[in-house]
């Protein structure tokens, strides 16, 4: 089924898709969240993102200490969404961890589609 395939894609050029839903509590956000947790000798590439913000913020992501996108402004309840790309829109090198930020304390739920690639 179409739907199935949505929630639990098996796999993307021989990789396994990850499916991660997640919720943020804002004050644990201030100053960063981690989105998808680093693996040793692993890179992991962002597929898809959608994420509401319950109050206004701006966002952005990092890979360790370096900016991949942002900071977008969010209003309250405001949507972010990166449709699904096969080629990924953002990447995180071996060990490096997918992290989010906020400016503000805010609670960010959302869902993160990802691989990871040796």
Known sequence: MYVSNLFYPETLNG???????FSKNG??????????????????????????ATS????????????M?????LAANGQFILPFSPFGWMQASHGQTVNF?????????GVVIYTEVD
């Open 15 to 21: 990789k396994r898709v990850m499916f991660t839903p």
């Open 27 to 52: 004050a644990s956000l201030a100053n960063g969240g981690t989105l998808v947790a680093g693996i040793s000798d692993t890179r992991i590439i962002i597929h898809a993102v959608a994420m509401v």
């Open 56 to 67: 206004a913020c701006s966002l952005a992501f990092w890979r360790s200490n370096t900016n």
């Open 69 to 73: 996108l942002g900071p977008i402004n």
């Open 101 to 109: 930020w906020t400016d503000v304390a805010a609670t960010v739920v």
